[in-house]
């Protein structure tokens, strides 16, 4: 098998291609690998769990309410990279002129089955002694409308 470079990018222009140094590491851009890229920086998957599973939408929440205790030049440089990557919108907040509302993207939303299954994993083979989070289990479940549910909540209060 041999993998080939093809530059498919849709919505983006050459130049917002090469200013994109995300996936500039090689000449073959794997999808595992892109996927990667973005979910094996630690920040990255915890910031998408705050906004999603418990509603820190502005900086301030979530650094206030992150039990990991992220810095708060970390939490900066993660925003606009998730912003960045495509995975965080924002909006401004109509009651404070500097504060911005992060909100999902549906690439975002589409990584939640993926992160409760990072979950599922990570209690089933006991990694690191985590811990089971009681709320994600209906979610864990397999055909259960529970998931299906939850994402539609999240696309009705983050995309717009």
Same mark, same amino acid.
């Given at each position: 098998?041999?993998?080939?470079?093809?530059?498919?990018?849709?919505?983006?222009?050459?130049?917002?291609?090469?200013?994109?140094?995300?996936?500039?590491?090689?000449?073959?851009?794997?999808?595992?690998?892109?996927?990667?890229?973005?979910?094996?920086?630690?920040?990255?998957?915890?910031?998408?769990?705050?906004?999603?599973?418990?509603?820190?939408?502005?900086?301030?929440?979530?650094?206030?309410? =992150?039990?990991?205790? *992220?810095?708060? %030049?970390?939490?900066?440089?993660? &925003? +606009?990279? $998730?912003?960045?990557?495509?995975?965080?919108?924002?909006?401004?907040?109509?009651?404070?002129?500097?504060?911005?509302?992060?909100?999902?993207?549906?690439?975002?939303?589409?990584?939640?089955?993926?992160?409760?299954?990072?979950?599922?994993?990570? =209690?089933?083979?006991? *990694?690191?002694? %985590?811990?089971?989070?009681?709320? &994600? +289990?209906? $979610?864990?479940?397999?055909?259960?409308?529970?998931?299906?549910?939850?994402?539609?909540?999240?696309?009705?209060?983050?995309?717009?």
């Amino acid at each position: 098998m041999v993998l080939r470079k093809e530059i498919v990018v849709v919505g983006l222009s050459m130049e917002d291609f090469k200013n994109n140094n995300v996936l500039d590491r090689s000449e073959v851009r794997c999808p595992i690998a892109a996927a990667s890229t973005v979910l094996t920086d630690q920040w990255s998957v915890i910031v998408i769990r705050d906004i999603a599973f418990f509603g820190f939408r502005t900086f301030r929440e979530i650094i206030s309410n =992150n039990n990991e205790k *992220i810095q708060s %030049s970390t939490l900066a440089k993660r &925003l +606009k990279r $998730l912003v960045d990557v495509g995975l965080l919108s924002f909006k401004d907040d109509e009651t404070h002129a500097q504060r911005k509302i992060y909100c999902l993207t549906q690439a975002a939303i589409d990584l939640v089955p993926i992160i409760i299954s990072m979950a599922d994993w990570s =209690n089933k083979h006991q *990694i690191l002694d %985590s811990h089971t989070i009681e709320f &994600l +289990k209906p $979610l864990q479940e397999k055909n259960n409308p529970a998931l299906e549910e939850f994402v539609n909540k999240l696309r009705k209060e983050h995309l717009y």
